[in-house]
Nanobody
Framework: QVQLVESGGGLVQAGGSLRLSCAAS????????MGWFRQAPGKERDFVAA???????NYADSVKGRFTISRDNAKNTVYLQMNSLKPEDTAVYSC?????????????????????WGQGTQVTVSS
């Protein structure tokens, strides 16, 4: 079982930055792809970014150039640095850990490839 706890959300003005963290409970974290997803009110959960066990990254087009995903396997933690935030980035952000062993589909954000999910952290961007 892998437990995930997100932190770092909050209220920020457009153009501002936030850094989200996701702490995992087990060492098997380092062998899994980790992803960030977001869900705005009334919308489906969307893929934001993913990072493989060896550091490969993939981003949704809507956040490329603004968001950066990273991981620290020694701390069992994955991060999402969000810059140049826009009101349309407002959502609940959740991290997820992939099935093991991870498949290439995890890098494109296929939700069925992720076994474990955090509770989420609210990000609100004011205009």
């Amino acid at each position: 079982q892998v437990q995930l706890v997100e932190s770092g959300g909050g209220l920020v003005q457009a153009g501002g930055s936030l850094r989200l963290s996701c702490a995992a409970s087990r060492r098997t974290f380092s062998s899994r792809t980790m992803g960030w997803f977001r869900q705005a009110p009334g919308k489906e959960r969307d893929f934001v970014a993913a990072i493989s066990w060896n550091g490969d990254r993939n981003y949704a087009d809507s956040v490329k150039g603004r968001f950066t995903i990273s991981r620290d396997n020694a701390k069992n933690t994955v991060y999402l640095q969000m810059n140049s935030l826009k009101p349309e980035d407002t959502a609940v952000y959740s991290c997820a850990a992939s099935k093991y062993p991870p498949t290439p589909a995890t890098m494109t954000g296929m939700r069925y490839e992720y076994d474990y999910w955090g509770q989420g952290t609210q990000v609100t961007v004011s205009s």
